[in-house]
């Protein structure tokens, strides 16, 4: 794999990032639809049968975002993760000089200023990867989240049957859940950075202009006012 960086393991690591990247693009795609169709039941009363449509569409937006967070936060040996790549990364800090970051910007005084600028974040020495930064985001994933995974693997991953641990007693809100995706895509925009130089300016795509009306009508053809 030889597309301009330092190493072929680098190379790797970059485009797994990109992977997670598109994964969680995806997965804020799916954000900005159930914003629209929440957007198009606020102030509104469906009062016939096709609200169990509307039920539905609620239910299996959380289901599957719930699962694709679980899939970036997998820490499953051999699986392609943010967490597994995060502690590959801290085994081979070695490789993640300054030297070899530099390579990926372009040449030139410019260059050499924003590739400085960037690698602080990575760096107390301006030279070698400072392995508790790595440290600092492994425990967040681990820790932060362990209420959100703890819900999809008793209540969406695997239905379980102990009742207490199920979904009356551990229950997450849109906002939690909302909260883990901005953080997630956080980290992952500081190991795009890292990894490729570059990084996303949005993590919610752009939308077909108009989309939200496949809401309004079915909010009209269903009763709400």
């Given at each position: 794999m030889d597309k301009g960086y330092p190493t072929q393991q680098w190379g790797a690591w970059a485009q797994d990032v990109e992977t997670i990247k598109d994964?969680?693009?995806?997965?804020?795609?799916?954000?900005?639809?159930?914003?629209?169709?929440?957007?198009?039941?606020?102030?509104?009363s469906i009062t016939d049968s096709t609200v169990i449509i509307h039920d539905w569409l609620r239910e299996n937006y959380l289901d599957s975002v719930l699962m694709g967070l679980r899939r970036i936060l997998d820490g499953t040996k051999r699986t392609k993760s943010l967490l597994t790549l995060l502690e590959?990364?801290?085994?081979?800090?070695?490789?993640?000089?300054?030297?070899?970051?530099?390579?990926?910007?372009?040449?030139?005084?410019?260059?050499?200023?924003?590739?400085?600028?960037?690698?602080?974040?990575?760096?107390?020495?301006?030279?070698?990867?400072?392995?508790?930064?790595?440290?600092?985001?492994?425990?967040?994933?681990k820790t932060d989240y362990s209420k959100i995974l703890g819900y999809v693997n008793t209540n969406v991953a695997h239905r379980t049957a102990d009742a207490t641990q199920g979904s009356?007693?551990?229950t997450i809100t849109f906002g939690e859940l909302h909260a883990a995706f901005d953080e997630a895509g956080r980290v992952i925009n500081r190991y795009l950075l890292l990894l490729t130089a570059?990084?996303?300016?949005?993590?919610?795509?752009?939308?077909?202009?108009?989309?939200?009306?496949?809401?309004?009508?079915?909010?009209?053809?269903?009763?709400?006012?």
């Amino acid at each position: 794999m030889d597309k301009g960086y330092p190493t072929q393991q680098w190379g790797a690591w970059a485009q797994d990032v990109e992977t997670i990247k598109d994964e969680i693009v995806w997965l804020m795609g799916k954000r900005t639809i159930w914003k629209a169709h929440n957007e198009s039941l606020r102030g509104t009363s469906i009062t016939d049968s096709t609200v169990i449509i509307h039920d539905w569409l609620r239910e299996n937006y959380l289901d599957s975002v719930l699962m694709g967070l679980r899939r970036i936060l997998d820490g499953t040996k051999r699986t392609k993760s943010l967490l597994t790549l995060l502690e590959e990364l801290r085994a081979q800090t070695s490789i993640l000089s300054y030297d070899r970051f530099r390579t990926l910007w372009r040449n030139g005084e410019f260059g050499d200023i924003a590739a400085a600028k960037a690698y602080r974040q990575f760096s107390k020495d301006g030279r070698s990867f400072d392995q508790s930064t790595i440290e600092a985001d492994i425990r967040c994933l681990k820790t932060d989240y362990s209420k959100i995974l703890g819900y999809v693997n008793t209540n969406v991953a695997h239905r379980t049957a102990d009742a207490t641990q199920g979904s009356e007693n551990t229950t997450i809100t849109f906002g939690e859940l909302h909260a883990a995706f901005d953080e997630a895509g956080r980290v992952i925009n500081r190991y795009l950075l890292l990894l490729t130089a570059s990084t996303v300016l949005e993590f919610e795509p752009a939308m077909p202009l108009g989309f939200e009306e496949a809401f309004d009508r079915m909010v009209k053809k269903g009763g709400g006012e």
